[in-house]
């Protein structure tokens, strides 16, 4: 080992070392430390050579070194040996740095040594943070979106229509009976059906003031409008959808206009009608692969710059479109053909729409499928 330790060459190896490396004896006393041991603990070598290693190490380590040391003498385990391990080493200002630490052992041809080496884990550590934090962000857009259209608006008011316009529902086929049941009758009472009917208009009414009271609460909602950027707002969306899409085996394509795309808008409004847009998508694409198989697995989001200021933001699939017949009856309240549907989603996307001074839309594809489209003003103070 002096051959080595007063080596020029060797000391000057391991000193180009970016990596700490020591060598110690079989008792734990540090013989070498190289400059990279120094940097990375703020010890000088005079204070680390002769001293046992162990007062690098913080507890439980320090006080079982010696032990480790001479059981792996006596026994030939190993524990680190060898194999590597990510640990802590105290440096000389008290604080802890993560490293990761390889030991490998030799015979000198008079002894045992140690060599040690130390990887400063500090920035991967900072990266993995990092990374964990950027994973943070995402999971809670992800839950503050998930809330949204939980209990936001689509949410809200399907779990608010459901409710109240089940008492006009459960009212009219109450009285319905009643109506069949005096129809019935040998001795019909004609005055009274004549007034379960009039109730059953009544309820019916009510109903309807139902969905028409919703349609204006959403107008009412104009109040949160602020300028953002079409393109980021979409871009955001489409992050969250691509989970939802990847386990359906389908990719999002995202295609934003280079130009900046200011809108006056609700944006949590703007972002429910682009995610439900792809939902439907995602949804036809599923329904359509039962009966096509090879149907292409991709749905395009694209924003473009059109006349008259305006932004288009196109939601694109190769489902299996709109059939004539439903045509007619998408937009409306309740209109669903999806068997767990709810039927509210474009009736409130068109109202959201309209509401911003836009306007929504599709158009069939040569190549089948349909695109959803929405049209907003950019830039301009919307009343
Ligand atoms: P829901 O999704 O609950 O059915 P929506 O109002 O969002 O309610 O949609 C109404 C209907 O419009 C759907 O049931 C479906 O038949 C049709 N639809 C919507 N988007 C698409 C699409 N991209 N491709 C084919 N059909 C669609």
Redesign the pocket.
């Known amino acids: 080992m002096e051959n080595l330790v007063t080596n020029d060459k060797f000391t000057a190896l391991i000193d180009a070392a970016t990596e700490g490396m020591f060598i110690i004896d079989s008792h734990g006393i540090i013989e070498v430390a190289n400059q990279a041991v120094e940097r990375l603990l703020g010890y000088d070598q005079a204070e680390l050579i002769g001293r046992n290693v162990k007062f690098l190490m913080p507890s439980p380590n320090r006080e079982q070194h010696d032990a480790y040391l001479s059981e792996h003498l006596r026994t030939g385990r190993k524990k680190i040996i060898g194999i590597g391990r990510e640990v802590e080493a105290l440096k000389k200002d008290g604080t802890l740095l993560q490293i990761y630490l390889s030991v490998g052992k030799y015979d000198d041809g008079q002894a045992i040594k140690f060599v040690g080496i130390i990887r400063d884990l500090s920035d991967l550590k900072r990266s993995e943070e990092k990374l964990e934090s950027a994973e943070n962000e995402i999971h809670e857009l992800v839950n503050n979106l998930a809330h949204v259209s939980r209990i936001g608006i689509m949410g809200e008011m399907a779990a608010g229509i459901a409710h109240e316009i089940n008492q006009p529902l459960t009212a009219i086929s109450t009285y319905a009976k009643a109506c069949i049941r005096l129809l019935k009758a040998d001795d019909k009472q004609l005055d009274e059906v004549v007034l379960a009917l009039d109730k059953i208009e009544n309820q019916a009414l009510r109903a309807g003031d139902i969905i028409r009271g919703l349609r204006t609460w959403i107008r009412e909602q104009d109040t949160k409008r602020e300028v953002s950027d079409c393109n980021s707002l979409v871009a955001e969306v489409v992050e969250i959808a691509r989970m939802d899409a990847r386990n359906s085996d389908i990719e999002l394509q995202l295609h934003l206009d280079a130009r900046p795309s200011s809108v006056v808008c609700d944006s949590i409004q703007i972002q429910q009608v682009v995610l439900?847009l792809i939902k439907?998508?995602i949804?036809?694409v599923n329904e359509y692969k039962l009966e096509k198989p090879d149907v292409k697995r991709e749905i395009l989001i694209h924003t473009e710059h059109c006349e008259h200021e305006r932004i288009k933001v196109t939601v694109t699939?190769y489902?299996?479109?709109?059939s004539d017949n439903?045509a007619d009856s998408?937009f409306d309240p309740f209109?669903?053909?999806?068997q767990t549907?709810?039927?509210?989603?474009?009736?409130i996307c068109q109202t959201i729409i309209r509401a911003h001074g836009g306007e929504l839309g599709y158009l069939s594809n040569l190549q089948g499928g349909?695109s959803?489209y929405f049209i907003l003003p950019t830039s301009i103070e919307i009343k």
Not at 319 to 322: K, S, T
Not at 341 to 347: A, H, I, K, Y
């Open positions: 439900n439907n998508s949804d036809a699939d489902g299996p479109g709109i439903d998408l209109f669903t053909t999806k549907g709810m039927g509210m989603g474009l009736s349909t959803f």
